[in-house]
């Protein structure tokens, strides 16, 4: 689990179903790129049903972290581990995450 002061955070859910969780809030900018893309691959190794990418809470992503949660989506596919994103009213990715999921 990422430090309290981290806008990227993964939650692992057991029940009803052993889904993980990665919830992105606020500013996500370059200095936040590797975190993120570790916790991505955190949520892989766990091969879970599904993995949940939340990005309701998110501002801004630097498109490095955009490139980590494509890269993502693409290794669940060849997993068969089905990806949810969620999209709030303000989509931080400018549309290229829900053409992806």
Do not use: K, N, Y
Not at 53 to 73: K, N, Q, W
């Amino acid at each position: 689990m990422p430090h309290e002061s981290s806008p990227v955070a993964v939650t692992l859910r057991h029940d009803p179903s052993p889904a993980v969780a990665i919830l992105f809030e606020g500013e996500i900018d370059a200095s936040w790129a590797a975190h993120a893309q570790h916790s991505l691959v955190e949520a892989l190794r766990h091969r879970p049903d599904p993995i949940v990418i939340d990005l309701r809470g998110a501002t801004r992503l630097d498109p490095r972290v955009v490139g980590a949660i494509l890269a993502t989506i693409e290794a669940a596919e060849d997993l068969d581990v089905p990806v949810q994103v969620l999209l709030g009213a303000a989509d931080p990715t400018d549309g290229l995450l829900a053409q992806a999921a």
